[in-house]
């Protein structure tokens, strides 16, 4: 499993890949729906995540501003936020400093 393989010593995106999984599991394709129904148009958007960003942007919605999120670094979550800061793109440079 995923966890097991983290408790042997791979990160999060790694342990995803050796046992068969994508990255990320999360499809954002509803978005366009959802965003439609409600007419959103242009929005602001709170997350770290660039993925969130392009699928809003995707769903031809305008983002006039992407609002970090802001994270507590603790030893049980520091090497979980490097590697989605290093192999995801997130934004935690505020709290690790810039690892890229």
């Given at each position: 499993?995923v966890?097991?393989s983290q408790?042997?010593g791979y990160?999060t995106?790694?342990a995803q890949?050796i046992?068969?999984h994508p990255?990320?599991l ?16 242009v929005g ?7 993925q ?5 942007e ?10 970090k ?15 989605k ?7 935690f440079?505020?709290?690790l400093?810039?690892l890229?």
């Amino acid at each position: 499993t995923v966890y097991k393989s983290q408790h042997e010593g791979y990160d999060t995106v790694d342990a995803q890949y050796i046992n068969g999984h994508p990255n990320d599991l999360r499809n954002y394709d509803y978005l366009k729906d959802i965003l439609e129904h409600y007419r959103v148009s242009v929005g602001r958007l709170i997350t770290n995540n660039p993925q969130k960003e392009l699928a809003f942007e995707m769903a031809g919605v305008s983002l006039q501003d992407s609002i970090k999120l802001p994270s507590t670094v603790n030893d049980y979550n520091r090497g979980y936020l490097e590697t989605k800061m290093v192999k995801n793109n997130h934004n935690f440079i505020q709290e690790l400093g810039d690892l890229r």
